[in-house]
């Protein structure tokens, strides 16, 4: 069964201080890893798509990366605005055709103290 | 680009009524959207996907006459939660696909019922 983990539940950083955000996956066959951002009673906001091991992407102080088995977020010199839940999710391909259903982890709430 | 709206934002309601809920897709043609609900500190549960010009797909416990899902142009789904009661009361977020494999969400309508 597809699976997605994501570690820890709950961050807290001073500004400033770099961390990483941790996915890790179970999937047949990986079609894409997408990370969101959610703020508190508003819908996930894009982050990254990611699609193969080795592949990186970038925005700001955000830098997502991708391997065979997991996907981290790294967040470099963060700022209290980066404040929010970060959730990952999978799209898998099992056998048989593809499906277009997202499979999501229960997120990781980081908080950012000034 | 890729922007989806939703509205309302809020809803409040009697027990018995029914509400319905508009996801649009602003700058794009969205072949697949997607609703969710996500209940406190929990992640998103699909209910159902939807296709422009056919029938919705609902997730298994998902009562397809309860939760009445029209997708009739590129641009727009509705979510109409009939006859709702107060356990419908939750956040309710659309999601919009294109020819990527990337899902752009809504604001997301909280529901609440009286």
């Known amino acids: 069964e597809d699976q997605v983990t994501q570690s820890p539940e709950a961050l807290r950083l001073q500004e400033g201080e770099s961390s990483s955000l941790n996915c890790s996956y179970t999937v047949s066959g990986l079609r894409g890893l997408f990370w969101y951002r959610q703020d508190p009673g508003k819908g996930p906001e894009f982050l990254f798509t990611?699609?193969?091991a080795g592949e990186e992407k970038e925005k700001e102080r955000l830098k997502a990366t991708l391997t065979k088995k997991e996907s981290f977020l790294h967040i470099t010199a963060p700022k209290p605005e980066d404040s929010a839940t970060y959730l990952c999710a999978v799209l898998s391909e099992p056998y048989g055709g593809a499906t277009n259903k997202l499979i999501f982890g229960t997120g990781t709430l980081l908080a950012v103290q000034p | 680009g890729a922007v989806v709206s939703q509205h309302p934002s809020r809803v409040i309601c009697k027990s018995g009524t029914s509400v319905k809920i508009e996801c649009r897709s602003l700058?794009?043609?969205?072949?697949?959207m997607f609703w969710y609900r996500q209940f406190p500190k929990q992640s998103l549960m699909l209910m159902a996907t939807s296709n422009e010009g056919s029938k919705a797909t609902y997730e298994q416990g998902v009562e397809k006459d309860k939760f009445l899902i029209n997708h009739a142009s590129l641009t727009l789904s509705t979510l109409t939660v009939t006859s709702a009661h107060p356990e419908d009361s939750s956040f309710y977020i659309c999601?919009?696909?294109?020819?990527?494999?990337?899902?752009?969400f809504g604001p997301g309508t909280r529901l609440t019922v009286l």
């Open positions: 999601s919009a696909g294109g020819i990527t494999d990337t899902q752009y």
């Open positions: 990611l699609y193969s």
């Open positions: 700058d794009f043609q969205a072949t697949t």
